[in-house]
């Protein structure tokens, strides 16, 4: 019988191109008219203040908030529409992981291939035992979420996105709460896979080493609108004071923002 061939499919890197997102919750505008392009391959990283609108926006490139106003189409693709979306293969890596811990790492992986019947249940294992392996988390898959650090929650949610073979990956905050080490070891894992399987990634992070080392192009966010949009080193050298405000906040001792009452 010949082998099941579990090497990655040949990918189609996709572009998105966002127009003039607005989303409002009842009375309030939280985004206001983003509009961007991202190019297919590329890393784009969207940076913002906690509270920006980022976690929003993301969702929206997932099909997982209906813009109020413009359009989302991911290569072509109206991801606002049920009939639509499940042409693309994205597969979103949520801040928190969103892990079961009831479950064993491995079966984590194994769960959406299985609930939908995606392949035979030797080929999940093989997909999931590779995306294990390619994140170093193969001596942890018998392990349940609770045992594991942060960092390698982390890794686990990024390869159980991984058993999806995306077209795209968007990231939510993939380094929050991680210390700096761990946080550039998850920075350079996202800059490898797109080397390895040029998968276009969006990611969107209050983290500045993260957004400078590893995007292509950064987008600023602030209160729902974008401020700048420009390569890593470009941004740097933007004289706008609430972007430099963002990337080197003062900390001033003499007039704190932050003051307690007496
Ligand atoms: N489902 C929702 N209903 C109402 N308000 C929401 C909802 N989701 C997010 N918001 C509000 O939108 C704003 C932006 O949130 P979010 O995108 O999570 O910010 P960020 O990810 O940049 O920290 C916040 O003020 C938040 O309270
Ligand atoms: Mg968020």
């Known amino acids: 019988m010949p082998e099941t061939d579990t090497s990655p499919a040949p990918r189609r890197a996709l572009g998105i191109s966002v127009e003039n997102l607005r989303k409002s919750f009842g009375s309030t505008e939280v985004l206001k008219g983003i509009s961007l392009e991202v190019k297919p391959g590329e890393i784009f990283v969207m940076m913002g203040p906690s509270g920006s609108g980022k976690s929003v926006f993301l969702k929206h490139l997932a099909g997982l908030e209906i813009p109020t106003e413009g359009k989302v189409r991911i290569d072509d693709i109206n991801v606002a529409d049920d009939r639509e979306r499940p042409k693309v293969r994205l597969a979103l890596v949520f801040q928190a992981g969103a892990l079961f811990n009831s479950l064993s790492v491995f079966d984590n992986l194994a769960l959406y291939p299985r609930e939908h019947r995606l392949y035979d249940r030797k080929t999940i294992k093989e997909k999931v035992e590779k995306a294990l392996a390619m994140l170093s988390l193969s001596d942890a898959a ?3 979420p609770a045992e594991l650090s942060g960092g390698m929650k982390k890794r686990v ?4 996105a991984l058993v999806m073979e995306p077209d795209l990956l968007l990231y939510d905050e993939p380094t929050s709460e991680l210390d700096p080490i761990m946080a550039a ?3 350079e894992i996202i800059a490898d896979l797109r080397e390895e399987f040029g998968v276009t990634s969006l990611v969107v ?3 500045r080493d993260l957004a400078m080392t590893i995007g292509d192009r950064v987008g600023i966010m602030q209160e729902g609108e974008l401020l700048a949009i420009d390569t890593p080193a470009g941004i740097r050298q933007m004289d706008d004071p609430r972007i430099k405000e963002f990337l080197n906040p003062a900390i001033d001792l003499k007039n704190p923002r932050f ?3 007496a």
């Open 142 to 144: 018998e392990k349940i």
């Open 157 to 160: 949610a990024i390869a159980r």
């Open 185 to 187: 070891t998850i920075s």
């Open 205 to 207: 992070s209050h983290d």
């Open 259 to 261: 003051k307690r009452s």
